[in-house]
C-alpha cells in the first residue's frame, strides 16, 4: 500500500480538477453514443426484415448494393416559384443482371482427383 505525500495528494487533486470537464464530457459523449448505436441497430434490424425477400431472391444483396437514389430537378416550379425535385430509385445493373457473389472457399482443381502425375 502506498501512502502519498500532502503535495503528491494537492497534485492528484488538482490534475481532478483540471480533467474534470473532460471527463463530464466524455460521460455525455458516450451516453449520446449508447442511444445512437441502440438507435441504428433498431433501424438494421427492420431494414434486414424488410430486405429478406430481396435478399433471398437476389442471392444476398440488399437494395442498397442494388438500386442508386437519384434526385433531379425537373423543368416545372411549386408555387413558390422553387424547381421541384424528383428522386427516382434507378437500378444500378441492367435488370436480370446482378453480380457474381466471390466465394470465399473458391479453388480451382487442374487434373480430376486421384491422379497424379507419377
Do not use: H, W
Not at 24 to 46: N, R
Not at 74 to 86: A, F, M, R, T, W
Request: a negative charge; one cysteine or more.
Amino acid at each position: 500500500m502506498k501512502k502519498f505525500s500532502k503535495f503528491e495528494i494537492a497534485t492528484i487533486k488538482r490534475t481532478a480538477m483540471n480533467v474534470n470537464p473532460m471527463v463530464t464530457k466524455k460521460t455525455k459523449i458516450k451516453e449520446k453514443i449508447e442511444a445512437l448505436q441502440a438507435e441504428y441497430d433498431i433501424l438494421t434490424t427492420m431494414q434486414e426484415q424488410y430486405e429478406a425477400s430481396i435478399k433471398t431472391m437476389t442471392g444476398g444483396f440488399s437494395t442498397e448494393d442494388l438500386v442508386s437514389k437519384v434526385t433531379e430537378t425537373s423543368n416545372s416550379v411549386n408555387k413558390e416559384g422553387n424547381p421541384i425535385k424528383v428522386t427516382k430509385f434507378v437500378l444500378k445493373y441492367p435488370d436480370t443482371i446482378i453480380p457474381v457473389l466471390e466465394e470465399e472457399n473458391e479453388c480451382t482443381i487442374n487434373e480430376p482427383f486421384g491422379e497424379s502425375d507419377n
